[in-house]
Nanobody, 115 residues
């Protein structure tokens, strides 16, 4: 099985930056893609960004140019650098590992953008 542990959330002012980290443990395969999703109150969970083991990325239009996803395969860790944060980025951010038809999720970390 796979366990995902996120860290790095918190409260930040508009225009500020945060960096989220997600460490995966257990059996990690070369086919595994990792990424971040978020869910704001009253809204559905949505994709933020994903990255394959080879480094191919997919970024949501709403965060493109502000957020960057990266991955350290040696540490089985994925990062989300979030810059120029906006109040609408406020949400619980979930780490995801996708393997074929399987999805593993972290417990989520709260990001609040407010003055």
């Amino acid at each position: 099985q796979v366990q995902l542990v996120e860290s790095g959330g918190g409260l930040v002012q508009p225009g500020g930056s945060l960096r989220l980290s997600c460490a995966a443990s257990g059996i990690i395969l070369s086919i595994d893609a990792m990424g971040w999703y978020r869910q704001a109150p009253g809204k559905q969970r949505e994709l933020v960004a994903t990255i394959t083991r080879g480094g191919s990325t997919n970024i949501a239009d709403s965060v493109a140019g502000r957020f960057t996803i990266s991955r350290d395969n040696a540490k089985n860790t994925v990062y989300l650098q979030m810059n120029s944060l906006k109040p609408e980025d406020t949400a619980v951010y979930y780490c995801n590992l996708h393997r074929g038809s399987l999805d593993y999720w972290g417990q989520g970390t709260q990001v609040t953008v407010s003055s």
